[in-house]
């Protein structure tokens, strides 16, 4: 046990002792005090010894093979070492001589001249290095010279500002340089003022050529019109305005003063490609802008930007309202209001281009404010000066130009719907100027008819007639030629002035924005206006008027009838031009009807009136011999002849509707049955005798006669009888002398004599009793004569009686 113990120890110190010769080898000689100090502590001290020899020796053996190695090269290095000692005593040799010969050679060389020649050159080097300060100064002041002498001010102003911040600074001190320097504010002055000049000249140039920028903006808004119209589905762009550049890549000004495209153009319009070269110009390329660029780029150099923008907009301002005055005589042609309107477009392009082609000169609410004035003024001006306008043609012209206008306008992206409202105020206005104008046209027509059926001699004239008016008549075209219509050449006249009409009215209402109902419903209430207004007066007129004959009349009322019956073909032709069905819900009617119906009961009152007077014409011509003692063998000759007349009259009325016909005849033979009863009853008429009753009652029976051959077909029976019926009863009653029936039966239903007014009877027979009286001399003497006389005054007595029995 105990020799195991004393090997684990050996074995121990072993490690040990290791350990402590590897840290010896690794550590630093400073710090191998306390490795040291370990070793003599412990109890091996002489094993350590041992190892350390042995670890020396394997050391020396390491670096002994390590020499061996490096050896020849060793060798090398020295021989090459001692070559190169002997080449260095050669070269320090030379250099002694070498300095020998200079030390020997400077004897002869003069120091005063070498010491000035070293001067010279110091002062030459100076002056180059003070020119090269000046000359860069007197360069940019000569270009700035050339600069101003070429009037490119805004590159002198650059030029400028380089001299005054660069190049003078590093040579102050110069003389030159300070009066330089003082000229710099002179020529900012100069140039400022120049720039200005120029401005001032380009307003006034586009306030003399505005018209012409506007006439050739609206040339090319027509032209991009007619193009879409033609070419509605493909997308067209760039006729009305050239599309520009994007904010920012045309010549611009920026915040900090950007410079222009190039020195040369400083702010023309940019050059387009090619294939916007082909394209037509913009109106706004008729003017050149660069004055108004040049002028900015030069006031924002300047710090004076805020000056130029408030100068340039108030000049504008004042430019609007001269533009915005019309002349006073604009409404008598239409090149007075394209004038107008050339000058509006016109200021408004260059504003627009100015607003889109210069950051902030002009801004968007500005434009909109000039714009919010001139169409103010534009309307009030317009609203004026047509209402003096009388010719329709004008009128719709104006509202073609008026649109052209609009349009243009709203290319450059205005507000134009005040305009076309105002289109819609203007479209009442023609209404009513085509209403007077139509006027004078039906009055035409119906002044120059000769009011007889129109004669047709062949086919072509027929067709013709047909053709302009919708007649249409199995039986008469059955009929051979010559033949002729119902109507006169009113009809298709006037049925052709309200188709003009109507297409006159749709002219006006194209372009206007409006939908088809809209364009419907107006063309209806206008052509309602002509119909129950216009065309209704000028009817009236036509009827009313002195001279107007019977046939006249009769014809008029056939002529209506056909009008009446046309007006479904009128709904038809304004629905077909406007595409909307007569029949939508909320489409309005046309009135025709009602206007032709109430000009026939006009023309048939008037028949009616003109018989009436015709026939107290003939009863003027009555020339009765009241005191007659006998009748004569026939009727009185003026009633024969308006008898003869009523035949002729009533034989032209077959072409009336039978109603009107008869009524007219009823009417006739009522009038002349009154007439002839106030005849007979006239305060004039003091004395009746038999006689004259007798001739009285042949003329009545005349007139019996005429009633009952009928003149007009349609009366049943006797009824034409009826209107003489009171006059037969009152002269049966006095020539058959039936007093006693009469004073019998008054009163009842069945009377013989239900018709005579005891009034009447009392008032004729007051007439005959005078009569018998006065007139026979020897009445006393004879004795019938007398009976007849008590029987008058006995019939006298009983109708008084009668009639203050009535009374009470």
Partial sequence: ??????????????????????????????????????????????????????????????????????????????????????????????????????????????????????????????????????????????????????????????????LEHTCLPRASHYRFCTIMAENIL??????????????????????????????????????????????????????????????????????????????QDSGILDVEDEEEEEELPGAQDLVDFSPVYRCLHIYTVLGARDTFESYYRKQRRKQARLVLQPHSNMHETLDGYRMFFNHIVGFFVVEDHVLHTTRGLVNRAYVEELWELALSKTIAALRTHSSYCTDPDLVLDLKNLIVLFADTLQGYGFLVNQLFDMLLEMREQYGEI????????????????????????????????????????????????????????????????????????????????????????????????????????????????????????????????????????????????????????????????????????????????????????????????????????????????????????????TNLPGKVAQTACMSACKHLSTSLLQLLLEADVRQVSMGALQQFNLDVKECERFARAGPVPGFQGDTLLLAFIDLRQLLDLFTQWDWSTYLADYGRPTCKYLRVNPHTALALLEKMKDTSRKNNVFAQFRKNERDKQKLIDTVVKQLRNLISTQQS
């Fill in 434 to 653: 085509l209403l007077k104008k139509w006027s004078g046209t039906f009055r035409q027509i119906l002044d120059q008819d000769n009011y007889s059926p129109i004669p047709v001699s062949m086919e072509e004239e027929y067709r013709c007639i047909v053709g302009q008016f919708p007649f249409q008549d199995p039986e008469l075209e059955k009929l051979p030629y010559p033949k002729k219509l119902p109507f006169s050449a009113f009809v298709p006249k006037v049925y052709v002035q309200v188709k003009e009409f109507i297409y006159a009215c749709l002219k006006f209402s194209e372009d206007l924005h409006l939908s088809s109902t809209e364009i419907d419903d107006m063309i209806r209430k206008s052509t309602n206006l002509l119909l129950t207004r216009t065309l209704s007066n000028c009817l009236q007129y036509a009827i009313k008027k002195k001279n107007v004959g019977l046939a006249e009349l009769v014809q008029i009322i056939i002529n209506t009838t056909h009008l009446e019956q046309s007006c479904h073909f009128l709904e038809g032709f304004i629905s077909n031009i406007t595409n909307i069905p007569p029949d939508t819900i909320n489409a309005t009617k046309l009135y025709g009807m009602a206007t032709f119906k109430d000009a026939r009961h006009t023309a048939e009152e008037e028949i009616y009136t003109n018989l009436n007077q015709k026939i107290d014409q003939f009863l003027q011509l009555a020339d009765y011999d009241w005191i007659a003692p006998q009748a004569g063998s026939q009727a009185s000759d003026y009633l024969s002849d308006l008898i003869a007349f009523l035949c002729s009259t009533f034989a032209v009325f």
């Fill in 186 to 263: 002179v020529l900012r002055t100069q140039i400022r003022d120049i720039a200005m000049s120029d401005l001032k000249d380009f307003l006034e140039s586009i306030r003399k050529h505005s018209d012409k920028i506007g006439e050739t903006a609206m040339k090319q808004a027509q032209l991009q019109r007619t193009l879409d119209s033609a070419l509605s589905h493909q997308q067209r762009t760039g006729l009305s305005r050239r599309p520009r550049k994007e904010a920012g890549q045309s010549t611009e000004v920026n915040g900090q003063g950007g410079s222009p495209v190039s020195e």
């Fill in 1 to 162: 046990g105990e020799r195991g113990e004393s090997r684990m120890a050996s074995v121990e110190a072993a490690a040990e002792h290791e350990r402590i010769l590897r840290e010896i080898e690794s550590t630093d000689t400073n710090c191998i005090g306390p490795t040291l100090r370990s070793v003599y502590d412990g109890q091996e001290h002489g094993l350590f010894m041992d190892k350390l020899e042995g670890r020396i020796r394997n050391h020396d053996r390491e670096i002994e093979k390590m020499c061996n190695h490096h050896f020849q090269g060793f060798v090398d290095s020295i021989t090459e070492l001692l070559k190169v000692r002997g080449e260095a005593q050669k070269l320090k040799s030379q250099v002694i001589d070498t300095n020998r010969r200079l030390q020997e050679d400077g004897k002869e060389v003069r120091m005063d001249e070498l010491r000035q020649c070293r001067l010279q050159q110091c002062n030459i080097a100076a002056t180059i290095d003070k020119l090269s300060h000046c000359l860069p100064v007197l360069e940019m002041y000569s270009r700035l010279q050339e600069q101003m002498k070429a009037r490119r001010y805004y590159p002198a102003l650059r030029t400028l500002e380089q």
